[in-house]
């Protein structure tokens, strides 16, 4: 999260976003402790209008959170995912996409030694779908 945050900042310096003052709760990848998060980061900032979650899975659970907290997405908050992981049923959800096919094979490539191991960076996409929306005023 450090690195990503770093990025953040030093990427859009015009946003005048302060990493220092971005929220982060760390949790496993299932419902209750994605529900702690959801609850600390409400609690800090209570007028908070969207969530980034490291996979689908937390920004699910988050979504589910909101909810029974009362609060809508995306108008009250809007929530982002990470792997674009279709499930069945529920929000359509806003998800940086990542070449899971592509980073596998790079990943085998390497392991078997047809490839040297060295950091590569891989093309993401932003799927936009209706768990963002503009931030309500």
Known sequence: IARYLERLVLGDAAAGIDADG???FETFNDRPTVADGV???LER???V???LAMSDTMARAAVAELAKRGLQVPADVSVVGFDD???PGGLP???LAQPIEAKGALAARM???M????ARVLASVLEVRASTGPPRR
């Open 22 to 24: 971005v929220p982060v």
């Open 39 to 41: 609850a600390h980061i």
């Open 45 to 47: 900032l209570p007028g």
């Open 49 to 51: 209008t969207g969530l």
């Open 85 to 87: 992981v279709e499930a």
């Open 93 to 95: 959800l806003t998800t």
């Open 111 to 113: 392991l078997f030694g």
């Open 115 to 118: 490839e040297p191991p060295a």
